[in-house]
């Protein structure tokens, strides 16, 4: 799928109409809210719960009336003055947070003091230390929490981190990840979105927007970091000094060292993953997955390898899913999602003194 695609029409909404939730299992009424409607992949989730017949979105809030209004009309939903009236409602049993990301930190506090099981959109916050107040805010009340890295559901990944359990590459020697796609080319932040390229409201550019992806994959696969270096520049100067593109250098705790690289002015991204080792390797390319495995039979690389786990449902259903009584969705735990916080803003940090940032 084109990546402006994703983006502009939020392919989670595609994704549901084959990774549909099963509505025949005995589940119960899910009322939720959105708090907060900017960001863009809002239109997608609102495309997956209009077709869950389980879930009824109730009120909607936003600090922008006419876009909170907007989204309210397409689901039916009415609009609320004060975000308060959201906590204070006892039907509301969650809430999917699509704001601006500097507001995240306040809006995430209130709602779980106010015990409401939250969806939060990545980021988590603008900085390391607010994503970890978020974590252990969400963790003492005891709530339901996941987050949009949808890169958990490809079943490529999902077999990348089988095979890398069953030892089947050998020894890791190396780890390389990118995300990028042409938004600053095509534009796709100038009007409605134009907060996303913002840094005062987003915390990041493009290489901690889309980057953020593929750091979640690549400590979902490895572990913890040690220490990160990198480089993030402007390219076209198109949304003035918000960054566009970026690289980074990255070694994990388990001895690995891997690559990040993400942006906003790319007309494609060919190879967005490569994990090698001692006894094999397996690259994505061009949407297909590639396969060598001294270990393991007809593993010759040489050919696509479809062989792969089937797929779980995106994000925002298996949180639903949760809400509603499912247990083992496969949920991103907040003090993971904190995590990745932590190293993208010291890899920024690296990225600004030109040198290398521990991470102890």
């Known amino acids: 799928m084109n990546r402006r695609h994703f983006l502009q029409t939020a392919s989670a909404a595609a994704l549901a109409t084959t990774l549909s939730p099963a509505f025949g299992q005995d589940q119960k009424m899910v009322t939720l809210a959105f708090v907060g409607v900017g960001h863009i992949h809002t239109p997608g989730f609102i495309r997956v719960l209009k ?7 109730k009120s909607v ?3 922008d009336t006419a876009r909170a209004e907007k989204r309210a009309k397409e ?3 009415k609009v609320v003055a004060k975000v308060s009236d959201i906590w204070s409602d006892p039907e509301i049993s969650a809430v999917v947070v699509c704001s601006e990301t500097n507001r995240h930190h306040e809006l995430v506090l209130a709602g779980a003091k106010a015990r409401k099981h939250l969806f939060v959109e990545k980021p988590l916050g603008i900085t390391g230390r607010e994503s970890l107040e978020m974590a252990d805010a969400i963790e003492r009340a005891g709530l339901i929490f996941n987050t949009g890295y949808f890169t958990r559901a490809d079943p490529k990944y999902l077999f990348v981190r089988e095979q890398l359990a069953k030892g089947h590459l050998g020894r890791i020697t190396r780890i390389r990840g990118s995300n990028c796609h042409s938004g600053s080319l095509g534009g796709w932040f100038d009007t409605e979105w134009r907060w996303m390229a913002d840094p005062k ?3 990041v550019g493009a290489f901690g927007d889309l980057g953020t992806h593929l750091l979640d994959i690549l400590m979902w696969l ?3 970091v040690a220490a990160v270096t990198g480089d993030i520049k402007t390219v076209t100067g198109r949304y003035g000094d918000c960054d566009e593109s970026g690289e980074a250098l990255i070694k994990f705790k388990n001895g690995v060292t891997g690559t990040l690289a993400a942006g906003w002015v790319d007309m494609d991204d060919p190879v967005p993953f490569l994990v090698s080792g001692t006894e094999g390797h397996i690259a994505v ?3 297909r997955l590639y396969f060598k495995s001294s270990k393991v039979e007809d593993a010759d690389g040489k050919q696509s ?4 786990p089937p797929a779980p449902v995106v994000p925002i259903n298996q ?3 949760a809400v509603a009584g499912q247990t083992g969705q496969p949920l991103v735990p907040v003090r993971e999602a904190a995590q990745r916080v932590v190293v993208m803003e010291a890899i920024y940090e690296a990225a600004r003194e030109r040198k290398w940032v521990s991470l102890g």
């Not at 077709?51 to 979105?57: A, G, I, L, N, P």
């Not at 390898?305 to 792969?308: A, K």
Request: negative net charge; charged residues 25%.
């Open 51 to 57: 077709q869950r017949e389980d879930v009824r979105v």
């Open 61 to 63: 809030w936003d600090h």
């Open 75 to 77: 689901l039916n939903a």
């Open 201 to 203: 409201l987003a915390g």
């Open 222 to 224: 490895m572990g913890d």
């Open 285 to 287: 390319m061009q949407g």
């Open 305 to 308: 390898w479809t062989e792969l």
């Open 319 to 321: 949180f639903v899913n």
